[in-house]
């Protein structure tokens, strides 16, 4: 049997290359208990030996409070319940699948209804399956560790390396099928901000938080609409909102709804003293004109000349569109395009926007007002994150979380996509320690 493993680590280690093993036992590698700390915040390629780290500043302490480890949340008790229980449910449904009996004694609808379970189930049961399976082949490993050969030692702890690294990546893929899909993730969406306490310094922020996201669009390669905007004198923003569209959009931007705090001396400030402005900003869920319709009797529709700057059409066309919804008492207006119609149309989108993001949160309200840390909620009075420009960081409040190169971060590319990760992180692992909670509260 150590014959047949030591064969097998051998021919796992082959593929990498001969250079590449060399390298790998001239290095000294970290120990197991080093090994198995959580992978929070790394990005790691595939390919052992060109395996690079990137790594974030962040409120350790805080953190730590907040989000557990892999092996923390697969060592306990109601997390290995649970993935029994999914595994006993699939082997039920399966069985209910393939016996001859079947249609005998369920009906055509429950029969459906068990092969879109086991369908749905079955990209969850493999990588399970797969979990069990290197588990199981790291305590062979371990056993060739014990070995009297040198040799066979040195390969078995290289194996099992490979095997803790393999372990910890289905565990988090796991952690993420485990999460249910909110259908709102897969929409577009509508982003407003909005100046607040600060004036001029506050309308200047506003701009550049605007451009940030306009960048961030970019960087993904995601459409940007300006729907309207409010600009002042100095080039900065009283209010202003567009339409993002592309692919997980809204699942990748839903983070950044709150009050957004710069502390910074301001360019109109003469005597260099250090002022604190805010701006506000909200993520809106797009809907599609099938999922969410809006009666048209309950609009009001009224046309104007536009106004401000933008050329010859301005004050000599009535090109600007302003839409109440009677019911709720929503106001938007639009005078981005010389034509009226373009004008509606983008004025709709706002308000579909508006509508529907109040549906969510009353249909969502009973659900996350229990919740301990209030990510994702589309709160717009909540101070999420502070950019300081004086110690050149962004430190993100809900999950304490801090970034550095605040110029960078406002191109809105690698740094803020990866702040948003993690708020992902943070998000999914809550409700997914949620659903636990639940589901022993269920079988109690």
Same mark, same amino acid.
Not at 357 to 368: A, F, M, Q, V, Y
């Given at each position: 049997?150590?014959?047949?493993?030591?064969?097998?680590?051998?021919?796992?280690l082959l593929?990498?290359? /001969?250079?590449?093993?060399?390298?790998?036992?001239?290095?000294?590698?970290?120990?197991?208990?080093?090994?198995?700390?959580?992978l929070?915040?790394? +990005?790691?390629?595939?390919?052992?030996?060109?395996? *690079?780290?990137?790594?974030?500043?962040?409120?350790?302490?805080?953190?730590?409070?907040?989000?557990?480890?892999?092996? +923390?949340?697969? *060592?306990r008790?109601?997390?290995?319940?649970?993935?029994?229980?999914?595994?006993?449910?699939?082997?039920?449904?399966?069985?209910?699948?393939?016996?001859?009996?079947?249609?005998?004694?369920? $009906?055509?609808?429950?029969?459906?209804? %068990?092969?879109?379970? @086991?369908?749905?189930?079955?990209?969850?049961?493999?990588?399970?399956?797969e979990?069990?399976?290197?588990?199981k082949?790291?305590?062979?490993?371990?056993?060739?560790?014990?070995?009297?050969?040198?040799?066979?030692?040195?390969?078995?702890?290289?194996?099992?390396?490979?095997?803790l690294?393999?372990?910890?990546? !289905?565990?988090?893929?796991i952690?993420?099928?485990?999460?249910?899909?909110? /259908?709102?993730?897969?929409?577009?969406?509508?982003?407003?901000v909005?100046?607040? &306490?600060?004036?001029?310094?506050?309308?200047?922020? *506003?701009?550049?938080v605007?451009?940030?996201?306009?960048?961030?669009?970019?960087?993904?390669?995601?459409?940007?609409?300006?729907?309207?905007? =409010?600009?002042?004198?100095?080039?900065?923003?009283?209010?202003?909102?567009?339409?993002?569209?592309?692919?997980?959009?809204?699942?990748?931007?839903?983070?950044?709804?709150?009050?957004?705090?710069?502390?910074? &001396?301001?360019?109109?400030?003469?005597?260099?003293?250090?002022?604190?402005?805010?701006?506000? &900003?909200?993520?809106?869920p797009?809907?599609?004109?099938? #999922?969410? *319709?809006?009666?048209?009797?309950?609009?009001?529709? @009224?046309?104007?000349?536009?106004?401000?700057?933008?050329?010859?059409?301005?004050?000599?066309?009535? $090109?600007?569109?302003?839409?109440v919804?009677?019911?709720?008492?929503?106001?938007?207006e639009?005078?981005?395009?010389?034509?009226?119609?373009?004008?509606?149309?983008?004025?709709? /989108? $706002?308000?579909?926007?508006?509508?529907y #993001?109040?549906? !969510?949160?009353?249909?969502? #309200? %009973?659900?996350?007002n229990?919740? /301990?840390?209030?990510?994702?909620?589309?709160?717009? #009075?909540?101070?999420?994150?502070?950019?300081?420009?004086?110690?050149?960081?962004?430190?993100?409040?809900?999950?304490?979380?801090? @970034?550095?190169?605040?110029? =960078?971060?406002?191109?809105?590319?690698?740094?803020?996509?990866?702040?948003?990760?993690?708020?992902?992180?943070f998000?999914?692992?809550?409700? !997914?320690?949620?659903?636990? +909670?639940?589901?022993?509260?269920?079988?109690?």
């Open positions: 049997m150590l014959n047949a493993m030591a064969h097998r680590i051998a021919l796992n593929p990498r290359g /001969k250079d590449c093993v060399n390298n790998m036992l001239r290095f000294n590698f970290p120990s197991s208990t080093n090994v198995l700390q959580p929070q915040f790394h +990005e790691r390629s595939h390919n052992y030996c060109s395996r *690079t780290t990137r790594t974030l500043h962040t409120g350790a302490q805080l953190m730590l409070a907040k989000l557990l480890s892999l092996d +923390e949340l697969f *060592t008790r109601s997390m290995q319940d649970h993935l029994k229980k999914i595994e006993s449910e699939y082997t039920e449904c399966l069985n209910v699948v393939n016996s001859s009996v079947t249609e005998k004694q369920w $009906s055509q609808d429950k029969l459906q209804a %068990k092969r879109t379970k @086991v369908s749905q189930m079955t990209p969850l049961i493999q990588v399970i399956q979990l069990d399976l290197k588990q082949e790291m305590e062979e490993t371990e056993m060739l560790m014990k070995d009297e050969d040198s040799a066979l030692r040195e390969l078995a702890e290289l194996e099992r390396d490979r095997y690294q393999d372990i910890q990546d !289905l565990r988090k893929k952690s993420n099928l485990l999460v249910p899909v909110d /259908k709102v993730d897969l929409s577009d969406l509508v982003v407003e909005t100046a607040g &306490v600060g004036g001029q310094e506050a309308m200047l922020f *506003t701009a550049e605007f451009d940030m996201y306009q960048g961030f669009a970019q960087h993904n390669g995601w459409s940007f609409d300006i729907l309207e905007q =409010t600009t002042t004198e100095l080039g900065g923003l009283r209010h202003a909102s567009a339409c993002i569209s592309g692919p997980q959009s809204y699942m990748r931007m839903k983070f950044e709804g709150g009050v957004h705090r710069v502390q910074r &001396v301001p360019k109109t400030e003469k005597n260099s003293r250090m002022h604190t402005s805010t701006m506000t &900003v909200a993520v809106l797009q809907p599609t004109e099938i #999922s969410f *319709t809006i009666n048209p009797k309950d609009l009001k529709i @009224v046309t104007m000349r536009a106004s401000g700057a933008g050329g010859q059409h301005v004050n000599t066309t009535d $090109s600007a569109v302003r839409i919804h009677l019911p709720s008492g929503i106001a938007v639009c005078q981005q395009e010389r034509s009226q119609l373009k004008n509606k149309e983008k004025a709709m /989108k $706002s308000l579909r926007a508006k509508l #993001s109040i549906k !969510l949160e009353e249909e969502t #309200s %009973k659900r996350n229990q919740r /301990k840390i209030q990510i994702g909620t589309r709160g717009r #009075s909540e101070k999420i994150r502070t950019y300081n420009f004086a110690q050149d960081r962004i430190t993100d409040h809900r999950i304490g979380m801090t @970034v550095h190169d605040i110029k =960078t971060f406002l191109q809105g590319e690698d740094l803020l996509d990866e702040m948003n990760s993690a708020l992902k992180e998000s999914n692992q809550e409700m !997914l320690m949620e659903m636990l +909670e639940e589901n022993n509260h269920r079988d109690s």
